[in-house]
């Protein structure tokens, strides 16, 4: 997500609208983040939503890894039309993803007051900084030196080990955090359900 992000108005300026002259080029590539900025913090809201009512933490984190690894091999397609697709998947997927993989660490510790719950999160979002500093300096250094859609395929391998990473422990550190609701949602709740899967 970090890698990637680093790149986006860059390629977008040197690359995809490298054809258009300076102002021009940098007008669009300023509205298209924007834009994708803004989706990605809102749609965790979203997310939010199907994960409480219908999916659980556990397959929405799972799905949303997914859908953004697809995303960042999508970027490595270097079309105006498949940017396009690459950021919806990448907006969709972290509207899963970033919301629900919080829930899940504070799912480790049922007790609130549990000393280990505020070292638990500490550990997690540095693990989140350190992936913040390390993955523009590697998404970046191979779009520099070999080429955009290296930079971008090296943010959906990222993506594809840690989803790899997280399969691999769930059933051992995670049986039973994160579970979907045991009553499907019904009424006006699953009306909300379904207009929240369908924005996403």
């Not at 680093?6 to 690359?15: G, P």
């Not at 480790?108 to 500490?122: A, E, M, Q, V």
């Amino acid at each position: 997500f970090y890698g990637m992000r680093a790149l986006l108005t860059l390629y977008l300026v040197r690359q995809l609208f490298s054809d258009l002259d300076a102002t021009e080029s940098d007008h669009k590539a300023k509205g298209i983040y924007a834009a994708y900025g803004a989706l990605v913090y809102a749609t965790p809201f979203l997310g939010g939503i199907v994960a409480d009512k219908l999916l659980g933490y556990k397959r929405s984190v799972m799905l949303g890894a997914v859908l953004m690894a697809v995303g960042h091999f999508a970027m490595a397609i270097e079309t105006e039309f498949m940017l396009y697709i690459a950021l919806a998947f990448l907006i969709a997927g972290n509207g899963f993803f970033k919301p629900n993989i919080s829930s899940m660490v504070g799912g480790l510790y049922t007790d609130r007051n549990d000393p280990r719950r505020d070292r638990g999160f500490t550990i997690f979002y540095m693990g989140i900084n350190l992936g913040g500093f390390l993955a523009p300096i590697v998404a970046g250094s191979l779009a520099k030196f070999v080429g955009w859609h290296w930079g971008f395929g090296a943010a959906a391998v990222g993506m594809l080990v840690g989803l790899f990473f997280y399969q691999a422990i769930r059933h051992k550190y995670l049986e039973g955090i994160g579970m979907p609701p045991e009553e499907p949602p019904t009424g006006k709740s699953r009306g909300i359900v379904y207009t929240a899967l369908a924005l996403l």
